[in-house]
């Protein structure tokens, strides 16, 4: 079988799923035959891959809703990102962290979905991070030559696959809480679930408690059409205790993954992930190593 290719977003998130996209969309053997929901947005990775025709994408998070809105209206293209990038690149190297931190001020009270790219691609290992007020405070990345001409050119690109897509097929980007989304799903759709880790991130927008683990639990438990669930199943650490608690009623099946936190190897962290499935799995295989960089 030839390997797909995958198609890495321009907006990169925590936990990004790049490595496991292909893993992921081939267990949709069948026909979708209402929309492809995503609950969880994030990158958007899995479904910008699978390219469906009808697709709610979905995510607490406003200002990566409000990204991809803004292609949708055409109010950015992959043309203008070249430009904005190429013009705040110049100013970054000039001035360096003084003018990342100018831009994240710049944002935190404009809210530009284009400065949000910027803080995106030149922040601190590309984190994605919110306080409780609503305010990008991820430090600057260190990296006052970030956006030379070959890196432009590649976030342009990504923007430029994303921009054909949305303008191709009906998608619908919307910033609400999952519960709303998934109540608003019905049994023709399909629903792809990458909710936050407890404890993983403190992104104000990532907050994940018990209880919003067992509302999703209650919800696709009720959910008449079909569902997939990625979810992390075990580390060297500890075990999901969730799994058990809530998701073994369900088909489960796992994959070894690999995330790296900065570029060296000491930091290359193994951990299983798991897709839940309230349908039959297209392949059922035990564990395999996954490695790779994080994209």
């Not at 991130?201 to 994940?208: E, Q, S, V």
Request: with cysteine; aromatic share 16%; charged share 30%.
């Amino acid at each position: 079988m030839m390997k797909r290719k995958i198609y890495v977003p321009p907006i990169k998130t925590q936990g990004i799923k790049t490595k496991l996209v292909e893993w992921i969309i081939n267990q949709i053997n069948f026909e979708i035959k209402g929309r492809w929901i995503e609950p969880f947005m994030g990158s958007g990775v899995v479904g910008f891959n699978l390219r469906p025709k009808r697709a709610i994408f979905a995510d607490k998070n406003p200002h990566i809703i409000n990204f991809y809105d803004a292609i949708k209206n055409r109010e950015i293209t992959s043309q203008k990102v070249k430009i904005f990038l190429e013009r705040e690149g110049r100013m970054l190297l000039e001035r360096g962290e003084e003018y990342y931190y100018e831009v994240r001020d710049r944002f935190n009270k404009y809210h530009d979905p284009l400065d949000f790219l910027f803080l995106n691609r030149s922040c601190f290992n590309g984190v994605i991070r919110f306080n409780s007020k609503g305010e990008f405070n991820t430090p600057f990345g260190k990296k006052p030559d970030r956006f030379r001409k070959a890196y432009i050119t590649k976030i342009a690109n990504q923007v430029r696959y994303v921009e054909e897509c949305i303008h191709k097929y009906d998608w619908i980007f919307i910033a609400q809480d999952f519960r709303k989304t998934i109540m608003e799903a019905n049994q023709d759709d399909v629903i792809y679930c990458d909710p936050p880790y407890i404890g993983r991130h403190t992104n104000y927008f990532d907050i994940w408690t018990e209880q919003d683990e067992y509302d999703l639990y209650k919800l696709l438990s009720q959910f008449k059409g079909k569902f997939i669930l990625s979810i992390w199943y075990k580390n060297k650490y500890r075990e999901n205790e969730f799994i058990k608690k809530f998701w073994n009623k369900f088909n489960i099946i796992t994959r070894n993954h690999f995330y790296h936190v900065g570029g060296k190897e000491i930091n290359r962290n193994p951990m299983i992930e798991a897709l839940v499935l309230n349908f039959e799995p297209n392949n059922i295989k035990e564990p395999q190593e996954h490695g790779g960089r994080r994209d």
